[in-house]
């Protein structure tokens, strides 16, 4: 696993397995988001079989697949609402941590995140956003 933490309550990794649920947990995280789509994955890692490995150990599981085209405000909301509503610390993944990167930034730019700290803080965790400072500047205002 390449956990790499971007706040106190949001990490991002890469593609995890179903074997890594154990040491999430004892990581400290209450809540799993996946955001890789079905499609890109094989029946072993995709979200059910996820979803019942992280549920086996205790750890919540949410499903809300991502591509640039459903980067949209409203799954903006429904991950921003999926770490702030839980218990504990989230790990969120996909194929590389890029796209759970990128939907935590335009979540802090829709609450009126200072852009230059958005991406100062996802470039520390190893991604490089700047790309999307366009997008970022629009969505902050």
Same mark, same amino acid.
């Given at each position: =696993?390449?956990?790499?933490?971007? @706040?106190?309550?949001?990490?991002? @990794?890469?593609?995890?397995?179903?074997?890594? =649920? +154990?040491?999430?947990?004892?990581?400290?995280?209450?809540?799993?988001?996946?955001?890789?789509?079905?499609?890109?994955?094989?029946?072993? =890692? #995709? &979200?059910?079989? =996820?979803?019942? &490995? !992280? %549920?086996?150990?205790?750890? %919540?599981?949410?499903?809300?697949?991502?591509?640039?085209?459903?980067?949209?405000?409203?799954?903006?909301?429904? #991950?921003?609402?999926?770490?702030?509503? &839980? %218990?504990?610390?989230?790990?969120?993944?996909? &194929?590389?941590?890029?796209?759970? @990167?990128?939907?935590? @930034?335009?979540?802090? !730019?829709? !609450?009126?995140?200072?852009?230059?700290?958005?991406?100062?803080?996802?470039?520390?965790?190893?991604?490089?956003?700047? +790309?999307? $400072?366009? $997008?970022? %500047? #629009?969505?902050? +205002?």
């Amino acid at each position: =696993m390449d956990i790499r933490q971007i @706040s106190p309550s949001y990490s991002v @990794s890469p593609q995890i397995a179903p074997t890594d =649920m +154990g040491a999430i947990k004892a990581a400290g995280f209450t809540r799993i988001i996946c955001n890789r789509p079905d499609s890109e994955n094989p029946p072993p =890692m #995709q &979200a059910e079989a =996820m979803a019942q &490995a !992280a %549920e086996a150990e205790g750890l %919540e599981f949410v499903v809300l697949p991502l591509t640039h085209d459903t980067m949209t405000p409203d799954n903006i909301d429904k #991950q921003m609402d999926a770490v702030e509503s &839980a %218990e504990g610390p989230v790990l969120a993944y996909c &194929a590389s941590g890029t796209r759970c @990167s990128v939907i935590w @930034s335009l979540g802090q !730019a829709s !609450a009126g995140g200072n852009v230059d700290e958005i991406l100062g803080t996802v470039a520390k965790a190893g991604y490089d956003l700047s +790309g999307l $400072r366009p $997008r970022l %500047e #629009q969505i902050a +205002g």
